[in-house]
């Protein structure tokens, strides 16, 4: 596969190579055969976002956007979950007023907010009950394992990327992971992704608790936001952007 020596090369430890090399085998001919519908292409809803762009997604974020579907299939989720969070993240953008060019390319790297989940394994990711705090430290390593896996080629989207893949876990008053950070010290980028994510994963049935409608995910989002989780500038474009957001999740469901 074009992409599997980058990945091992990107992974210090041998376990994690393996289970990088067996999820590629294993995932990669399906996601490749899918490609041409709706998978890693601009289709659909996405459309909208990309109409009043100035560009189409290049070869590098095509590559990305497939090492992340193979992290969210590891990951057992919803292999819509990436492009909703994409979307998300483009509307919160706009609501703050940035120019769609630098929407687009913070957007297009919230796909790859999980990509170090692939160093997690499966029977962590789709365990039935709630995690131990054991398991619980190894999903906290995931931001780490996705920056390893990201390199650091001087290129926008890679510099967006991780700022998001490092600190989308991170909250305003310094109570998240992996480094505690708060307030203007967490990367922009990460600060819009971190509500964008959180959204996406109420509105998401997990294994141990049901989904939480979209209307009443904002109002938690809302409240969360208050207790000082979020920052404020970045709740209130989410908020502003309601309406858009609601759309996003009737043309890409939740299941």
């Not at 692939?118 to 931001?143: D, F, N, Q, W």
């Amino acid at each position: 596969m074009l992409f599997r020596s980058t990945f091992v090369e990107r992974i210090y430890r041998p376990q994690f190579s393996l289970i990088i090399m067996n999820q590629i085998d294993r995932v990669s001919p399906m996601i490749t055969s899918e490609s041409s519908t709706e998978d890693i292409g601009i289709d659909g809803h996405e459309k909208l976002v990309y109409a009043h762009g100035v560009r189409l997604p290049t070869q590098t974020e095509h590559l990305l956007n497939r090492m992340a579907l193979i992290a969210e299939h590891h990951s057992g989720g919803d292999l819509h979950h990436i492009r909703r969070v994409s979307l998300f993240t483009h509307r919160i953008a706009l609501e703050l007023g940035l120019d769609e060019k630098t929407a687009m390319t913070i957007s297009a790297a919230a796909r790859l907010h999980d990509i170090g989940m692939i160093g997690v394994p499966s029977s962590i990711l789709r365990k039935p009950g709630r995690l131990t705090p054991a398991e619980m430290a190894v999903i906290r390593k995931h931001p780490k394992t996705g920056l390893r896996l990201i390199g650091r080629k001087q290129d926008p989207l890679i510099r967006a990327a991780r700022a998001i893949i490092g600190a989308h876990h991170e909250r305003w008053d310094g109570s998240g992971y992996p480094d505690g950070l708060k307030q203007d010290s967490i990367p922009f980028e990460a600060r819009i992704v971190a509500i964008a994510d959180t959204f996406d994963s109420l509105c998401s049935p997990r294994p141990y608790r049901r989904a939480t409608d979209p209307e009443m995910a904002l109002t938690v989002i809302t409240n969360a936001g208050t207790g000082g989780i979020f920052d404020a500038d970045m709740l209130g474009a989410f908020f502003k952007g309601r309406k858009a957001i609601l759309d996003i999740c009737h043309h890409l469901p939740h299941r």
